[in-house]
């Protein structure tokens, strides 16, 4: 069986941006490293990200040095991503396709300004340095607030050793990049949309979906918020969450699980929200359950009980028959030698 683990690195901690780092509990050096090349634009030299002032219309270049220090050569795919808010409400950097997740004019998305033109795929010599270079093409009209996100690194994984069945890591590194044209503030802001339910890992959810439409990613925050069955009053789901982070025009889902089934009826979702700012974002809103959203956990559960017991009773059988045969021939041999 072959067991693939996942390391991720990051190297942008600072201004309260929420990078997440994820680590195998026996990880391995990565054997390679990435390092952005300083821009002449670049507004805090001391960070190790891209913190980058722009002007409309402008086009410039960015670089940076991936240096692969294993004895053999390496195979990296190189995306520039947008920064999207996932399920867990933290700021994600490994979406290479994040339209759908993001709000607000598509000119001033990351992902159309910030473009990686080179092969996606690129083979590093062993005990090489190599320059990748990403392009920036800043949009015609002016804004304000921040574009947000990173050029995404991931080393591919050895086909040798895969097909050997063999036990991998996979690392990756995120080079964070904040744009951003003028120093005026802008407010954060999210805003509460439809809710709907769902079957997923085999319980039942209430999604909320949200955005926050201004550019400005919001740090800290606090969600408190509950699901109740308006039939009996009763408190049936909620969800409590500190340090969360919300990047700049970004959709996103408050997800509710539940451990029961979800009957037909009227609910009522409620939320606050709080940055570390002292913003306060205060939600209610009704919602109709048609038909059922029912839990599979334990219809899942009892299949495998069964199947389990099956497999154990196949072995019994198998077992049983094995030492009748034997000992019937072991009579047989006695009866010969008689």
């Known amino acids: 069986m072959k067991y693939l683990k996942y390391l991720v690195l990051t190297t942008f901690f600072a201004l309260g941006f929420g990078w997440q780092a994820s680590v195998s509990a026996d990880a391995t050096a990565p054997l390679f490293s990435v390092k952005a090349e300083q821009h002449p634009n670049q507004i805090d030299k001391k ?81 090489t340095i190599a320059t990748i270079v990403v392009d920036v093409n800043m949009p015609q009209q002016p804004f304000n607030g921040i574009i947000e996100g990173g050029i995404y690194i991931t080393k591919q994984l050895d086909d040798k ?30 805003v509460a949309k439809t809710i709907k339910t ?33 039939q009996n009053k009763k408190q049936i789901m909620s969800r409590h969450e500190t340090q969360r982070q919300i990047a700049p025009t970004s959709n996103f889902n408050l997800v509710f699980k539940g451990d029961n089934d979800l009957k037909s009826g009227r609910y009522l979702a409620k939320v606050v929200m709080k940055d570390k700012q002292g913003h306060i974002w205060r939600f209610s809103q009704h919602f109709t359950v048609g038909t059922p959203v029912k839990t599979q956990m334990v219809k899942r559960w009892t299949m495998k009980w069964w199947y389990w017991l099956l497999i154990i009773l196949l072995i019994i059988i198998t077992y049983k028959l094995y030492q009748h045969f034997k000992q019937k021939k072991q009579i047989l041999r006695h009866e010969k030698k008689s």
């Open 47 to 127: 960070v190790s990200y891209f913190d980058l002032k722009l002007s409309p219309k402008d086009s410039t270049q960015l670089k940076l040095k991936l240096s692969n220090n294993d004895k053999e050569q390496a195979v990296f795919a190189i995306h520039a991503n947008a920064a999207v808010t996932n399920d867990n409400l933290i700021i994600d950097y490994s979406q290479n396709n994040a339209g759908r997740l993001l709000t607000g004019p598509a000119d001033f998305h990351f992902n159309r300004i910030v473009n990686y033109s080179g092969p996606k795929i690129v083979t590093v010599p062993a005990k």
């Open 161 to 190: 050793i895969k097909e050997q069945g063999g036990m991998q890591n996979r690392f990756s590194y995120v080079i964070g990049c904040v744009i951003r044209e003028n120093d005026q503030q802008v407010q954060p802001k999210i």
């Open 198 to 230: 769902k079957t997923q890992l085999y319980r039942p959810n209430v999604i909320w979906k949200m955005s926050a439409p201004n550019q400005i990613n919001i740090s800290d925050v606090t969600v408190d918020g509950d699901i109740t069955d308006l």
